[in-house]
């Protein structure tokens, strides 16, 4: 239905779909029983668009249709070659409708459009990268003089339920979509119920590049009724789950009476540690960049910036004022840095650790709603200083453009303080002694540290955190492991 605020800033994309609905061998369909959700669009609030409801009933649908393209279909039989061309037939079209995909994307989610544009090519790029990987795969064989030939016998493993969050929604799809079904497997997709309209593009990328019914499925709804029963369903062997680490842990639970594989990216509180010795330019610029961009909805968000005490003034003199300037604006706007945030929950959420802050902290930047915009999920980028390390701002993930900044005097203290939280996802260095650098990152709690760097990586490298922050480690040929069987074979000589 007509939606004033968009009509009148000009941004609501043309030809919107009419309802959402699941996609399950093929078809698109509505839920059985025909339950739907509201989607709201972060600007207005409005409601845009129903979505599917999937209920037990859907979610079993999805995952026969799934089983039966494993156990009888093409899909797990084809050589990896085979398998390689239709994900780089995938990656093609994903680029060639990248603008498309990026003005959904910030529409539904309130993501910069620019930055939207960069996660559909990212997005892209996985299907790339792991139809590359998948013929270039190697296993290993040991020959025991005399006794034996072991060898491995690499195989995909049946139904995989992907469930993920919202922030990044397509691109973090593609992270998971694109090593399950390159491996031979295939797939039940429940995406995150606050942005499901990116989502809805996949069933027709996948058919014009030849991917046979059934391997992909999908099943919106909501997380404790569709991603509950995707978790709780018994010919579901594998659930790769990317969100909150405390969904993360009743997920655990649910999935235990099964044993079955788990591989879990969960949340973070990334410290940025700078020392008095590091380029502060470039250390300014990156930690303003860790926190603001994406809207700071971002799992790998520095959001605690710890600074040694000799430059301390300095860098938050400087942070503060640069924090300023960071554009805040429409998500369609071209020029703007962080937009709206995803849903006026998460807004509510995040505000409210906005007003904690100022008790904990001293306020200086932001700490309210952009001037202008008095409608929405916007939020002013928020910049916290002389933050205590048991302040709750600290040590709680608040995933939104909100940064608390603490000084340290000491390498031994800075490493307690960036360690001093239930996680462990990233961490930031930034310093010019070499030793310390080297000595710190690998002291760090952090499942990936970035040395004097923006936050960049490349796909063959690890991705994962250790303590709460997620379980196992996927990327390169750690996502081939997670989604195959390594069978050994020993034949006597
Ligand atoms: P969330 O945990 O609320 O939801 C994630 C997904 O899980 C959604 O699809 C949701 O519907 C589903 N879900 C919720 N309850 C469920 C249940 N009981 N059973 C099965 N599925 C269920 O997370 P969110 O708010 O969508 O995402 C933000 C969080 O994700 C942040 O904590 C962020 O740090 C984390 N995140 C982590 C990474 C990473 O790689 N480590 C990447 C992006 C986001």
């Not at 059934?214 to 594998?238: I, Q, R, S, Y």
């Not at 929950?345 to 200086?364: A, D, F, I, P, S």
Request: glycine share 10%; aromatic share 10%.
């Amino acid at each position: 239905r007509p939606n004033a605020r968009h009509d009148q800033a000009g941004h609501r994309p043309a030809d919107l779909p009419a309802t959402i609905q699941h996609y399950i061998d093929g078809q698109l369909v509505d839920s059985l029983g025909g339950e739907t959700f509201d989607v709201l669009d972060p600007v207005s609030n409005e409601t845009y668009v129903q979505a599917a409801a999937g209920q037990q009933g859907d979610v079993d649908a999805a995952v026969a249709a799934a089983r039966r393209a494993f156990t009888d279909g093409p899909w797990p039989r084809m050589l990896p070659r085979e398998r390689s061309r239709v994900l780089h037939k995938i990656a093609d079209i994903v680029e060639s409708r990248g603008d498309r995909l990026a003005e959904l994307e910030s529409f539904d989610s309130g993501l910069p459009i620019t930055q939207a544009l960069g996660q559909a090519r990212r997005a892209a790029e996985n299907f790339r990268f792991f139809a590359d990987l998948i013929v270039a795969q190697a296993d290993d064989t040991y020959k025991v003089p005399g006794r034996q030939i072991n060898y491995v016998n690499r195989k995909p493993i049946g139904v995989a339920g992907l469930i993920t969050p919202w922030n990044t929604p397509f691109m973090l799809e593609s992270w998971k979509l694109a090593p399950a079904i390159a491996t031979g497997n295939t797939v039940v997709l429940k995406p995150a119920e606050f942005t499901p309209l990116s989502a809805s593009l996949w069933a027709g990328i996948f058919e014009e590049a030849g991917l046979p019914a059934g391997v992909f499925n999908l099943v919106n709804g909501l997380g404790e009724e569709a991603g509950d029963a995707l978790v709780k369903h018994p010919d579901v062997p594998l659930i790769s789950f990317t969100g909150e680490s405390s969904t993360g842990q009743l997920i655990f639970g649910n999935a235990a009476p099964y044993l079955k594989g788990l591989s879990m990216e969960l949340g973070g509180k990334s410290p940025a540690v700078v020392f008095a010795d590091a380029d502060l330019d470039a250390a300014i610029d990156a930690t303003i960049f860790g926190v603001f961009s994406l809207n700071g909805e971002r799992c790998t968000a520095g959001s605690r910036i710890l600074v040694e005490r000799p430059v301390y003034d300095e860098f938050v003199e400087r942070y503060a004022a640069q924090a300023a300037r960071v554009r805040v604006g429409y998500p369609h706007d071209p020029e703007t840095e962080v937009g709206a945030l995803v849903h006026p929950e998460h807004y509510e959420k995040v505000m409210g650790y906005v007003e904690l802050g100022k008790t904990e902290g001293r306020l200086v930047a932001g700490g309210g709603r952009p001037e202008g915009f008095d409608f929405g999920n916007f939020v002013a980028p928020t910049v916290f200083a002389d933050v205590a390390p048991d302040a709750r701002i600290f040590t709680e993930e608040i995933f939104g453009p909100v940064v608390a900044i603490t000084p340290f005097d000491t390498e031994a203290e800075a490493l307690e303080l960036a360690n001093g939280t239930r996680y462990g996802l990233a961490a930031y260095v930034w310093t010019n002694d070499l030793k310390r650098a080297h000595n710190f990152s690998q002291a760090v709690e952090a499942g990936m540290v970035w040395l004097n760097s923006n936050n960049v990586r490349d796909l063959r490298t690890p991705f994962g955190g250790v303590k709460a922050s997620g379980l196992g480690h996927e990327g390169g040929y750690r996502s081939i492991d997670f989604y195959t069987d390594s069978q050994a074979v020993h034949i006597t000589l």
